[in-house]
């Protein structure tokens, strides 16, 4: 059974910062792609991030472009987020997806979420 | 404003037939594949549709999609109430090099 599992979520204030993990399981991680997805309360979904089977490419959303970080680690079936100078409006639940492949837009498995609050 | 437009809500009765629009441009879904994502409240999303009218394994055949030119369309035949959800669409953009969701769509059943 696939599983992807995020962790990492929690209360931080403005301006700091926070690092996400997923931990994927029962399929051949190092052949997919990865993305981050995320969803505000109340609002719709937005794709921000995708990192390839290799890493040799890398998207990410304007919105995060320089304050977000994705990496993955594929000896430990592991994707990571490194958020950086976290705003009010980085506030959401947080998923990691995994592609079919390396079709773009293709989430086939997706975790549980993890939600992040952004707040003094 | 979402690069691909979707209407916020649809609504229908059982056993009715609705569609969801998902409306784009050439550097999207007129080249490049579709998703369909659907997300019940409280759950993470779920593949509905891929590659523009293929449905995984699991996913009740009323469900359809397709696709015309810079359009897309999820098709619910024979509403249930278990339907009852939000829909995203999904598509690579070649030009902004990012993926663009639909700001979603609500389905009720009344």
């Known amino acids: 059974e696939v599983q992807l599992v995020e962790s990492g979520g929690g209360l931080v204030q403005p301006g700091g910062s926070l690092r996400l993990s997923c931990a994927a399981s029962?399929?051949?991680?190092?052949?997919?792609?990865m993305n981050w997805v995320r969803q505000a309360p109340g609002k719709g979904l937005e794709w921000f991030s995708y990192?390839?089977?290799?890493?040799?490419?890398?998207y990410y959303a304007g919105s995060v472009k320089g304050r977000f970080t994705i990496s993955r680690d594929n000896a430990k079936n592991s994707l990571y987020l490194q958020m950086n100078s976290l705003r009010a409006e980085d506030t959401a639940v947080y998923y990691c997806?995994?592609?079919?492949?390396?079709?773009?837009?293709?989430?086939?498995?997706w975790g549980q979420g993890t939600l992040v609050t952004v707040s003094s | 404003q979402s690069v691909v437009t979707q209407p916020p809500s649809v609504s229908g009765t059982p056993g009715q037939r609705v569609t969801i629009s998902c409306s784009g441009s050439s550097s999207n879904i007129g080249t490049n594949n579709v998703y369909w994502y659907q997300q019940l409240p409280g759950t993470a999303p779920k593949l509905l549709i891929h590659w523009n009218n293929q449905r995984p394994s699991g996913v009740p055949d009323r469900f359809s999609g397709s696709k015309s030119g810079t359009s897309a369309s999820l098709a619910i035949s024979g509403l249930r109430s278990e339907d009852e959800a939000d829909y995203y669409c999904a598509v690579w953009d070649d030009r902004l090099n990012i993926v663009v969701i639909g700001g979603g769509t609500k389905v009720t059943v009344v």
């Open positions: 029962g399929f051949t991680y190092s052949s997919h792609s």
């Open positions: 990192v390839s089977s290799s890493s040799s490419n890398i």
């Open positions: 997806a995994s592609n079919y492949l390396d079709y773009l837009g293709y989430f086939h498995h």
